[in-house]
């Protein structure tokens, strides 16, 4: 993923929530944008939504 364009979204949380995201991020060596990024792909691919483009 990190070839790919990326696009800035502004994330409003609690911040007991992102204090959990953090120490997630933290416990698996990731920055918590990358843990947000890996979360949300987990849903994605879980929900059966993570399309790919075809190239």
Same mark, same amino acid.
């Given at each position: ?9 502004? &994330?409003? #949380? ?6 959990? #995201? ?13 843990? #947000?990024?890996? #979360? &949300? ?15």
């Amino acid at each position: 993923m990190a070839d790919k364009e990326k696009k800035p979204f502004a &994330l409003r #949380i609690s911040k007991e929530m992102m204090q959990q #995201i953090e120490q997630w991020a933290a416990d698996e060596f990731r920055s918590t944008n990358g843990q #947000i990024e890996w #979360i &949300l792909n987990e849903a994605l691919k879980k929900a059966g939504r993570n399309r790919q483009k075809k190239t």
